[in-house]
Every structure is written in structure tokens, then in C-alpha cells.
């Protein structure tokens, strides 16, 4: 008797931790096997890759979100850096001005560039990561409608497209899958297996105590932001090379859906604690919303008021988990 | 006198805190209009007392808290104010940049009808009180920032006292006011019992507690250990209430063998708050460094750490000048520095006991920034044996752990680096009495290897039975440095509180372990 009564309410208490613990799986196979249910299709193969092809681009900005808000910060102004890349890479190689691989060198300098400025204005001015890439998010977008004047720009060389667009590994798989998954792995073994990954946790943990361990706070900051600048180029890429053109308003959710992602992936906004597998999860969440409720027929604007509701939902059990933890 | 004229009964409280046992059986009373003083070293219980009766901690079961002999239960802060306990925090808690009045009825709204802001009932019951404290100097319609400190606490206490308090806890009140106001402050919580209130009163400043309380109730080590009227003790007395342990238990002997200079500190000058501070210690020695709280000796060990510029001065290691910028070139210079505020500056809460060791370990060179962590984590284990750090496993998030295993981490991070300079501030602060006497065998183990070891402690009698010498300062400046011969606690505290320019040497003092308990 005694037994039984003690052993319930345990049995109940494991279940619930792991049902918080795996959160972001839990609310992904929930979500995904609703919407099979209401929709056979969407189990479909050929609509699973789709959506994965969807999620690339998101992703990978969400990867390097990942450690931008582990470190306690935050990066707006990704998806200006997309259009940017996107743009001058239309406008370099246009009517041959410059070849392909060297263009591609020059936008990916300058990508990373725009990223390690914003990590510079942060750092150096001391200000807040958000006010800092809520004005560049402006600024980069601003540079992306001056240099085309708003116009888009297309993009006519053999194999762009193929390469990081609409072509496909083995006529199967879409090649910005391939790419946004080994991002994903390369970006897995950074965050838990580098030093770097390492002093990212540690000071979105406490600042304070990494500065007095000795670590160098400005240098593995700015680092971070450049990757960020980083991991937008190759996602501008995707998102010019899937369009055939540079788009000076390409990637204008970007950044708010990687943020979204990541949150919904379990990592804390204030930093300190976070999983590339939750990104991953979370960004598959999104994507899979998207996916979802295009088949059901709902509009965008349904599409976003319901995506806002899965991430406060996502808070709200983040919050549980915590609360539990202490 | 009978049961029905306490105001406040607490019966049989404990507070457990993963680890710690806070708190074990206290029971005490308090009269109506009563000044009623809690005593205690750090980490004896106050705050954990105070913070049950103000409705942040809730007492583990079996404890009963009665108001006017009615049983209580609060559940959050709120509910204490509305058994009308009010509590006046160390740190203010008013809105800096409202007014007097508005700061003084923003926890009363419900009192007011209606929907619109009533400035002028505002100021109306805002110059009332503040006349009825005879505190008339105060414009209401000042912006609380603009108020010196002292004046901002006779607004926090007209806050209080609108509420129609019964009971008033004040949290070391005077800790961050001057001699004059402490005098005025005397007199408002004069006119308060002479009203009926009932007043909790916490400080170190035993002659403060002497010259205001009624009854005084001594905790040590989170145990009751009695109360007494004041007028029945001596300082003595309550010296010997709060200390009242065997030291030889808790401080372990060591004989180490004190070698050549290590560290040499000449002239250390860092901006406007530390003026010239010059000492040196030697290998295996543990200098103690001394004084109140706001005598700098922080900043003073965060110059040396590379954390503060350096204005003036010169630091020597091993004869060789050297010139820590910031934290990295200490460590490079093998200095280490076990911060006083664990939370704040020696861990990262969020992360596990592991990594938090590996901190420094981390940084050391490696092929393209790879960790391998299988062998990081045996190291991990390795600290976690010798320093006796006791968790279940070394992933346990670091902050889950108790004070003292946190301390032991804290302290761990730095020992591959064989440090030859180890700085300790405060550390045995929030920790257990068994666990305080395994750090001071872990600093005299260290001692012995030959490291040397500076020790900031606030508390004398830690300083006194740990430290071969002990340097001590006021407001920033040097005042003496004691030997192991001179050592008695009122000596180091006659130094650490006598104005500069007149200072009998062992001259009896009042208010003698200010700071320490």
C-alpha cells in the first residue's frame, strides 16, 4: 500500500522531467504528428525534405545565434547581412565584372566584416548587442536597397543556383540541407569540444568570474559576432541562390525566426545555458509550422499569430524546467 | 509579563537551504514597543531570520510564527506587510527618481481611491510623517536621488512607518551612514517605541545595540543561544555569547617554515580609493589584511589582480617588477585570486562542477582550440578527491552546491597553475563552521608547499588565529601592520576604526568587532 502510493506520484515526477527535459522534441512530434494526422501528406518524403530545405537558410543564422545568445547577446541584423551578401554578389559578378570565386571571397570578407563591426561598436562602445544590431539591421539593410536601388539584381552564372539552391545531392536530398547539416555538425563540435564553445558558456554564465579566470571576454566576443557575420553569408547565398537574384529585402524574418528558434530550442536568453541540438529542434518547429499550416490552407498572418503562441508556449515550459531545476 | 503582550512569538523555526542548515529551533519573542537587537557573527542566522519574518524565505515545517498571539503564515512579502511587519533593508529599496511623497505612499495605493495620482494627499501624509520623525529639512517634492543616503533611510522608515507598522526590522541600518545621522536615527526609532512599535534591530556595532536596545537575542551557527535584557550584560558578554566556541577546533594548528620574499608591494596607489599601501609576504606565509567594510582592501587586492589600474607603486615578484594590466598577466604571473563574492566573480552558476574547475585548465594552449574533455574531467575528479568537494556527480550544475563545496571549487580552478601568490578574500564568508576549518587546513597545506597567501577576513577572530601577520587599513589607506606577538582583536580593531591622527596604541575600544560579527 505504502508502496504504491509513494511509487505514483515518483513515477509521475520522472515522467514530467523527462517531458520537460526534451521539451523541444516533445512539441515537434506533437506538432508533427498533428499535422500528418489532419494532412497525410505531410509525412510525405518529398514534403519532409521540403521542409528541411525551408529550414536551411534559418538554421544556419540560428547556429551562429546559438552562440551569439549564449554569450549573453543578441544579433539583429542577420538577415540584413543575407541581402547584402546576396546583393553585392549579383552586382560583382553582373556582366562578368568579377569572376565567381574571387566575388565570393570578397562578400564573404565583407560579411564577416559586418559582423565583427557590430561586435566592435558592442565591445568597444559599450553598448547593448540589441541596440547595436537593431541600428545595423537598419544600416546593412539600408546599404542593400542604396547599392540596387531597391531593384532586385539576377544572378546569371552556370552552377550558382545548383550549388547552393535548387540542385540535389544524388537527385534526392536538397543541396542547402547538405549544407545547413554540416554546418550543424561543425557548429555541434565548436560549441561542446573547442575552447572557444567553452569560454562562450562561461561567460554568458558570468562575465565577471571569466574575466578574473583570465579569459580574454573581448576577443572571444568579437570572434562571435563575425561568425555570426559568417554563418549570414552562407544563408544569404542560399536565400540569392534559391531566388536566381539578389534581393535587397531578402531575409527580412530572418533574424526574429532564427531568435525564435533558438529560444524554442532551450537556449536561455540571457545566456549562459544552450544546445545546438535544441536549435536544431526549434528551428525544425518553425519550419514544420510553416510547412503545416501552408497545407491546411492558413494564411501568413494565421501562420505568425500561431508561431508567436508556440514560442510563449515554449517559454512558459522553459520556465517550468527552471523552476524545477532549482 | 504575559504570553498575550508579545507582539511577534516565533516558536521552534528552522530554515534548511540545500546543504546548509540556516536556521535549527530558534524561538524568541518580541514586545510591543520594544527594541529588540539581534546579534550574530556572519552566516549565525540573522538574515535568514529576518528574511522568514519579512515573507522571502518560508520556515521549514514543524515552526510557528504568532502575531499578537494569532498564528501567521507568509507566504510572500506582501503577507508580512499585511500583518503589518514592514522590514528596512541594508540596500534601499525606494524609486530614486520619484519624489519623497510618492516613494513614501507607493506600497499604500490601495488606500486611494479612485484612478487619477492625488499628489497633494501625497504630500499632505508625506509632511506629516516626515514632522511627526522631526525630519521637517526633507522637501517631499525632492527627487529621492538627490537626497544624501542618510536622508534617503528616514524615508525608507517614514515609509514604513505610514504603513502602521507593529513591528519595524531594520537590516543594519547605520552600516552606510555617518555618526551624526546614526544619532538621528536613534532618536526616530526612539520616537517609534515611544508609539508602540515594536523594533527589530540588527547591526555589528555593539555599542549602537548598547545605547538603543531593550532585549537582545544572540544567534551563533543558526542555533538560539539565548536572549538577554541589555541592561543585565556587558560587550563582554555578548562577545562571549556570539564567539562562545572553542577556536582551537575550529582554526587548525600549522608550523610552517616562512621562507624569502615572494610578493613586494611598494607605495600601492590606485585612483582615488586605495593611497599607498606597501608590504610584503613571504613563501609559505599568510598575511591577513584587516579593517571595516569600505576600508578598501578589496580594491586593494583587485589592483594587485590587474582588475583596477594601477595610479602609483611598484609590485615585486621574486625581485622582478611586473605590472598586471588586467586579470590574464596576473595569472601569468602565477598570482591567483579566490574572489569574495563566489555568485558574482569565482563561479558560473549555470554551468557544471567540471568546467567551472577547468576554467583556467581551458585555457591552456591546444591543437585548433580542441578540449578533451574525458581527460579535463579526470582532473576534475582529482580536485574533487583531495579538496573533499562533495557532490554526487562532478556534472552537478555549480549552482546547486552548497557554500563551502562552492568555495572549494572556486578555489580549485587556480591549483594547476601552482600558484606562487594566492589572494583570499573573505573566504570563509556564508559558510558552515565545518566546512570554514577545512579551508583554513587547505590555505595551511597550501602555506606549506611554499605558496604565499594574502587573506582578506572581516572576521577577527578568523584573521587573528589564520593570519602570521596581518596588515590593516582605513578608507583606503595603510594604518599598521600587526605582528603575530601584538595580535588581540581589540588591537587590530583599534587600528582598523581610530581616526589617523590620534591612535593610542592598544587603547580599549568600544564597538569592538564592528565589522566582524
Keep these: 500500500m505504502h508502496a504504491k502510493t509513494d511509487s505514483t506520484p515518483k513515477s509521475r515526477t520522472t515522467f514530467m522531467k523527462l517531458l520537460i527535459r526534451y521539451r523541444t522534441m516533445v512539441i515537434l512530434i506533437v506538432l508533427m504528428a498533428v499535422f500528418s494526422l489532419l494532412r497525410p501528406v505531410f509525412i510525405n518524403p518529398a514534403n519532409l525534405l521540403a521542409i528541411l530545405k525551408n529550414m536551411s537558410y534559418v538554421l544556419i543564422v540560428g547556429l551562429g545565434m546559438t552562440f551569439i545568445i549564449t554569450l549573453g547577446g543578441l544579433d539583429l541584423s542577420v538577415g540584413s547581412i543575407a541581402a547584402v551578401v546576396g546583393v553585392t554578389f549579383a552586382l560583382l559578378v553582373r556582366g562578368g565584372l568579377v569572376p565567381a570565386i574571387p566575388a565570393l571571397l570578397i562578400v564573404l570578407v565583407l560579411s564577416m566584416l559586418l559582423g565583427f563591426l557590430n561586435g566592435f561598436i558592442s565591445v568597444k562602445g559599450k553598448i547593448e548587442p540589441f541596440l547595436v544590431t537593431l541600428a545595423t539591421m537598419n544600416i546593412y539593410r539600408g546599404l542593400a536597397l542604396t547599392l540596387t536601388s531597391g531593384k532586385p539584381v539576377p544572378i546569371v552564372i552556370p552552377h550558382f543556383a545548383d550549388i547552393f539552391g535548387n540542385g540535389r545531392l544524388f537527385n534526392v536530398i536538397p543541396t542547402p540541407v547538405i549544407i545547413s547539416l554540416i554546418l550543424f555538425a561543425i557548429s555541434w563540435f565548436v560549441f561542446t569540444q573547442t575552447k572557444f564553445g567553452f569560454f562562450v558558456r562561461s561567460i554568458g554564465g558570468n562575465q565577471e568570474a571569466s574575466r578574473v579566470a583570465g579569459i580574454e571576454i573581448s576577443k572571444v566576443k568579437l570572434a562571435a559576432y563575425t561568425m555570426s557575420g559568417l554563418y549570414a553569408f552562407i544563408s544569404g547565398l542560399i536565400l540569392a541562390a534559391l531566388m536566381n537574384s539578389g534581393l535587397p529585402d531578402a531575409g527580412k524574418d530572418l533574424a526574429l525566426d532564427a531568435i525564435s528558434g533558438v529560444i524554442l530550442g532551450g537556449t536561455a536568453l540571457l545566456g549562459g545555458v544552450g544546445t545546438m541540438w535544441g536549435t536544431l529542434g526549434g528551428c525544425m518547429i518553425i519550419a514544420s509550422l510553416n510547412n503545416g499550416m501552408s497545407l491546411l490552407g492558413a494564411q501568413y498572418h494565421v501562420q505568425i499569430l500561431v508561431k508567436g503562441l508556440v514560442i510563449i508556449f515554449a517559454v512558459l515550459m522553459d520556465n517550468a524546467f527552471k523552476s524545477r531545476q532549482r | ?517
Aim: proline residues 4%; hydrophobic residues 40%.
Design chain 2, 1 to 517: 509579563m504575559s504570553p498575550d503582550e508579545y507582539v511577534l512569538e516565533l516558536r521552534n523555526i528552522s530554515k534548511t537551504f540545500p546543504g546548509v542548515v540556516a536556521l535549527k529551533n530558534v524561538s524568541m519573542n518580541v514586545k510591543k514597543g520594544e527594541v529588540h537587537a539581534l546579534l550574530g557573527e556572519n552566516g549565525a542566522g540573522k538574515s535568514t531570520l529576518i528574511k522568514i519574518l519579512s515573507g522571502y524565505h518560508q520556515p521549514d515545517k514543524g515552526g510557528e510564527i504568532l502575531i499578537n498571539g494569532k498564528p501567521v503564515s507568509f507566504k510572500e512579502p506582501r503577507d508580512a506587510i499585511k500583518s503589518s511587519i514592514v522590514t528596512i533593508y541594508q540596500e534601499l529599496t525606494l524609486c530614486p527618481d520619484m519624489t519623497v511623497a510618492e516613494n513614501i505612499v507607493l506600497d499604500k495605493q490601495n488606500e486611494f481611491k479612485g484612478f487619477l495620482l492625488r499628489q497633494s494627499d501625497y504630500q499632505v501624509i508625506a509632511d506629516r510623517v516626515l514632522s511627526a520623525l522631526g525630519q521637517n529639512e526633507i522637501d517631499p517634492n525632492r527627487s529621492v536621488r538627490s537626497l544624501s543616503i542618510a536622508q534617503q533611510q528616514v524615508v525608507e522608515i517614514a515609509k514604513a512607518v505610514t504603513s502602521k507598522a507593529q513591528i519595524v526590522l531594520m537590516d543594519e541600518p547605520t552600516s552606510s551612514i555617518s555618526e551624526s545621522d546614526t544619532k538621528k536615527l536613534m532618536d526616530i526609532i526612539r520616537n517609534l517605541k515611544a508609539n508602540g512599535v515594536a523594533v527589530i534591530y540588527i547591526s555589528h556595532r555593539l555599542h549602537e545595540i548598547n545605547g538603543i536596545a531593550d532585549r537582545i537575542t544572540v544567534l551563533r551557527d543558526g542555533e538560539l543561544v539565548g536572549t538577554v535584557n541589555n541592561a543585565d550584560v556587558t560587550e563582554q558578554d555578548l562577545i562571549q555569547m556570539m564567539v562562545g566556541r572553542e577556536l582551537k577546533n575550529v582554526y587548525p594548528k600549522r608550523d610552517v617554515q616562512i621562507g624569502e620574499t615572494v610578493l613586494k608591494v611598494e607605495n600601492l596607489v590606485s585612483g582615488e580609493l586605495v593611497k599607498g599601501i606597501s608590504f610584503e609576504v613571504h613563501k609559505g606565509e599568510i598575511l591577513g589584511i584587516g579593517g571595516l567594510v569600505g576600508s578598501r582592501r578589496t580594491e586593494m587586492l583587485e589592483a594587485l589582480f590587474g582588475l583596477r589600474p594601477i595610479t602609483e607603486g611598484k609590485i615585486y615578484l621574486n625581485n622582478e617588477e611586473i605590472h598586471p594590466r588586467n586579470p590574464r598577466e596576473a595569472i601569468k604571473h602565477r598570482i591567483a585570486f579566490v574572489t569574495e563574492d563566489r555568485k558574482k566573480t569565482g563561479l558560473v552558476a549555470c554551468l557544471p562542477v567540471y568546467e567551472n574547475i577547468n576554467m583556467l585548465n581551458a585555457q591552456r594552449p591546444s591543437f585548433a582550440g580542441y578540449l578533451n574533455w574525458q581527460q579535463l574531467k579526470e582532473i576534475a575528479q582529482r580536485h574533487r578527491k583531495t579538496l573533499d568537494i562533495r557532490v554526487s556527480k562532478i556534472e552537478q550544475i555549480m549552482g546547486s552546491l552548497s557554500g563551502g563545496n562552492q568555495q572549494k571549487v572556486a578555489l580549485a580552478k587556480w591549483l594547476d597553475f601552482s600558484p606562487q601568490v594566492i589572494i583570499f578574500d573573505e573566504p570563509t564568508r556564508g559558510i558552515d563552521i565545518g566546512a570554514k576549518t577545512e579551508i583554513y587546513q587547505i590555505m595551511g597545506d597550501l602555506a606549506a608547499r611554499g605558496t604565499a597567501i594574502l587573506m582578506v577576513s572581516s572576521e577577527l577572530p578568523e584573521l587573528i588565529s589564520v593570519a602570521d601577520r596581518i596588515l590593516v587599513m582605513q578608507e583606503g589607506y595603510m594604518k599598521g601592520i600587526v605582528e603575530k606577538e601584538q595580535m588581540t582583536q581589540e588591537y587590530v580593531m583599534s587600528l582598523a576604526t581610530q581616526k589617523m591622527q590620534n591612535l593610542p596604541a592598544n587603547s580599549p575600544m568600544k564597538g569592538l568587532m564592528t565589522d566582524a560579527c
